[in-house]
């Protein structure tokens, strides 16, 4: 093997700008220079800085979820309500009522509408139209004996910069449950619980009935009037409302009386004393009194009443009550005088009608109304 003939040329030296004095001392560990740690040359952070990154985050985590998600729907908005009415929960049906226009509320209450029968016992939503910022859902409600179509209207309100706009309930309607009462009521029953009318609303007159108007929840309502006096017991009395959110009015719906056994004593006792006081009448046409002598008959003469005749109740409305009195007879006598050779005796039977009302203090009030022409047999 040869070797090359030429020499090995020498390198060249390159400067560095840097004397070897100036290089640092070598580490027998081949560790670098030591440098200064980056943290002690950055700023610390400020307590308030660090609480209000903390604000920040706090706010960010409570705010941006709802705007991510979103409010409730008209569906939500729809179905609490609803719902409250299947569990009779007035405190928030109240809640959402329209203007009350006359009627009263005083039957909104839990203990009442949940004594109830024929309640709504459950609901359906079948369509929801929404138009913008007006929405409406239609909802089927149910009984255990019928269901009806109904709906509720909503209207969405703007929110804020940071909150998102809602769905609230437009004011909703009741059935109404229009009411003749007696009058001078200061209460009534409704589903066993004593309701006091606001004075303002109590029906006012000497006799018969006086209307006001309830707003309750749909369903069958036991009602009855305030007790008064032993002459009258209150009736118990039954009113359905049906399954319907909507301007329902009840047709009048009598809560009154029923004359007792005490009270057909009292009205047999002041027709007897209008009798009595019409057999000391002279007259052949007393005034006042159920029965009359022919219109021909003009002499005086004296009245004897033969039968008091039978009380029959025919029919009650407007507070009053109507008795039919059949069997009535009385005899008019006219004696024998100077135009009358002979004595002469007129029966007659009459069948009258009374009246009878009762008063805001329970008493009982009679009046004879009407008596047919009757039979005028003549004998001598």
Known sequence: MRRSRQSAELG??????????????????GSRPARAPLEATRPRPRPLMLA???????????????????????????????????????????????????????????????????????????????????????????TAADSLETSL???????????????????VTLPILSLEIPVGSEEMQVNGQVLPIPEGARPLGAFGTGSIALRVLPGSYELRAQARSDAVTARRVRATLPPVLEGWVSPPVEVTFEVTAAGRTEIRRQLSAVLEKCEKSASPQP?????????????????????????TEHLAYD??????????????????????????????????????????????????????????????
Do not use: M
């Open 287 to 311: 005034e006042g009194c159920p029965f009359a002598a022919p219109a021909g008959v003009t002499s005086d003469g004296t009245w004897r009443v033969l039968s008091p005749g039978i009380l």
């Open 153 to 171: 209207e909503l209207h969405r309100r703007s929110g804020g910069l940071l909150s998102r706009s809602s769905w609230e309930l437009l004011p």
């Open 52 to 142: 209000g990154a903390v604000v920040a985050i706090l706010a960010l985590v409570l705010l941006v979820p709802p705007l991510l998600v979103g409010g409730r729907s008209p569906r939500d908005v729809g179905e609490d309500f609803l719902q409250a009415v299947v569990d009779g929960d007035t405190a928030t049906v109240r809640e959402h009522l329209d203007a009350a226009d006359g009627a009263l509320d005083i039957a909104l209450t839990d203990e009442v509408v949940r004594a109830a029968d024929d309640r709504v016992e459950r609901f359906s939503i079948g369509a929801i139209e929404i138009d913008g910022d007006h929405a409406r859902i239609v909802a089927t409600l149910s």
């Open 319 to 380: 507070g009053f009550f109507e008795f039919s009195v059949t069997a009535l007879t009385a005899q008019f006598t006219v004696p024998a005088g100077p135009h009358a050779a002979t004595t002469t005796a007129y029966v007659v039977q009459p069948s009258g009608v009374v009246h009878v009302a009762v008063d805001p203090e329970g008493r009982i009030a009679t009046q004879w109304i009407t008596a047919n022409p009757s039979t005028w047999p003549k004998f001598s």
């Open 12 to 29: 060249r030296t390159i400067p560095t700008g840097w004397t070897d004095a100036d290089l640092p001392a070598p580490d027998s560990r």
